[in-house]
């Protein structure tokens, strides 16, 4: 029986769920296949087949062609799933294309591994290389904390074909305080941690971000290496991790994914270029060798045993701070993500490293009044961190912020002649007047209504937010009157849809299709004979048939076709040297001649 026919029964037979996986595994160009023959002879070609093979182990590339010790791969189930072979009583039966590719492959492959290059630093650059890993580990963390503060202060747009803006780039590089090239680094490490999400086309914080900001820094750094390994594709964490316990990189990451792997392709050992760049970013390796942040990320333990002697090389965080006269916030060390969080509300960050600055400000106490805190909350809160009290000019800012607080009131108002409207009221007729014309406010439209109120038809979420901007002490209220906390970002929950949810999306229209083509369903023995001889006739291409005969025997004969039309073959029966018309249901068997 042919592959093409044994392969597309097999494929008719897979439910939508596990054809829809295959096909995203595979990435079959759909343009041209109509039914489960066309994608049974897409699976085959070599060239797709090769495009395959670019994941496959050597050991289960020697099976595939036949050149191995004859044991079945462990991960058998994976090379029926990939449409590579499929599974006999007999055990498992390979297709002859995708043996004789993977032959090639492994024809044109190193014979062996290339020998692994020492790593071992001497005494004197071992201690260099751990205070490297330490500095680096806690960039990665300062950066990843500083990006996801910064998605809930504005979310970022993402581009078309992935990333952000060169403009965003450089302004994440400043204030994150690192290279500019580094920034898509550390926004796929924050994602693959699910602390930040891609929202429609909007880079977002999640909620996991606040709890993954309680575990101790060697906790949350190992969140973020190995949740971003988790999220390579299975032959680069192989590779990664050969050298195991050490983390493998620069000249035995290449000898290891080589050996291992002799059909991936240029595009695939491009990439282990980035996964080097990532480890040095993370302090996983330094200079291609090891490091101890590389083999807690690897060691099996869980995150809390191996985080500890992490929580030991990076440094300790503080609780504390100096409050100074001048309105400045001096943080002498790295403050929990907890206490930093709660500052960012009624401080500016200034400078950010293992000591901060931050500085306050009357805007940044009517920030922190407008999202929940009160004054009687920020005075416990700056008196429980600070080492120097209260300052004066702080106690008296946080007082103006509470007198000024809600002088000015946002509410959503429905008319019942004239449709929802918001309302701008205050006590303060001078400080309404100021509103009425300023000019940074005329996109709102703002109308008198009455004494001490204006009304615009824009929304009251951006009309409160537009007063804000402007420096405004305005407060949001509900229709009732009650205070509402107004939040800008969108903190969305945790998702991790992968690639291959994206992929999937493309082909489920594949999938209608074939499922659609019940006349030319693989089960059907004529129509795959019918779709042998039409390919024959297009190519004039002689071949050999086996007839059934009226009497139940069989006969054959070796003819060219000419066409086929309504069920019947009309050929030239080379033999006898005349022409012929044979009913295809006749016709039990065809070869190339």
Known sequence: MSDSLTLARRLGALDDGALTELLVRRQVAT???????????????????????????????????????????????????????????????????VAATAAAVLHD????????????????????????????????????????????????????????????????????????????????????????????????STTAADAWNLH?????????????????????????????????????????FTAAFPAADAAMTERLDHLDHVAALLGAAIDGRPSAFGRAALDPAPAEAAAIPLD?????????????????????????PTIDSRLRKLADIETRGVASAFRISQQSIDRALASGETELSLRDFLGEISLTGLPQAVDYLIGEGGRRHGLVRVRRFDDPDRG????????????????????????????REGDGALWSR????????????ARYPVLAEDVNGDEL?????????????????????????????????????????????????????????????????PDGSTTQLQVTPLSLQNGRLRCVDVRAGVERTVPVANIVAVTAA
Request: cysteine-free; proline content about 7%.
């Open 31 to 97: 343009r041209d296949v109509r039914d489960f023959f066309d994608l049974a002879d897409a699976l085959l070609e070599p060239s797709s087949v090769r495009l395959a093979l670019r994941a496959i182990d050597r050991s289960s590339l020697e099976f595939l062609a036949g050149t191995g010790a004859g044991d079945e791969p462990r991960d058998a189930a994976g090379l029926w799933d990939a449409a590579l072979a499929h599974p006999t009583p007999d055990g498992t039966a390979v297709y002859e294309s």
């Open 109 to 204: 492959a190193p014979a062996s591994p290339v020998r692994p290059v020492s790593t071992e630093p001497d005494a004197r650059s071992a201690g260099a290389d751990r205070a490297a890993a330490a500095e680096r580990a806690f960039t990665v963390l300062s950066a990843v904390s500083e990006l996801v503060q910064q998605l809930r202060m504005a979310p970022l747009r993402i581009r078309a074909r992935g990333g952000v803006s060169a403009t965003d780039d450089k302004r994440l590089a400043i204030v994150l305080g690192v290279d500019p090239v580094d920034v898509g680094a550390l926004i796929e490490l924050a994602t693959a941690a699910r602390l930040v999400t891609v929202d429609g086309d909007t880079l977002v």
């Open 216 to 256: 101790s820094p060697g906790r949350r750094w190992l969140e973020l290496a190995r949740n971003w390994l988790a999220e390579q594709e299975a032959p680069y964490r192989l590779a990664l991790g050969s050298a195991a316990p050490e983390w493998s990189s620069g000249a035995n990451l290449r000898s290891a």
């Open 312 to 336: 030991g090389e990076l440094p300790a965080e503080v609780g504390q701070v100096y409050l100074q006269h001048d309105l400045s916030v001096i943080a002498p060390g790295p403050l929990s």
């Open 420 to 447: 929802p409207r918001t309302i701008v009221h205050t006590t303060d007729a001078a400080l309404l007047g100021a509103i009425a014309v300023d000019q940074s406010l005329s996109p709102l439209g703002l109308r």
């Open 458 to 469: 824009v929304d009251a979420t951006t009309v409160y937010w537009m007063l804000a901007d």
């Open 485 to 549: 906390v107004m939040r800008r970002s969108r903190i969305a929950t945790p998702a991790r849809p992968g690639p291959a949810a994206t992929r999937a999306d493309a082909v489920s229209e594949l999938v209608l299709r074939l499922r659609s083509a019940s006349e030319q369903s693989s089960d059907d023995s004529t129509a795959w004979m019918t779709r042998l001889l039409d390919k024959a006739v297009r190519s004039r291409s002689p071949m050999t048939i086996d007839v059934r005969m």
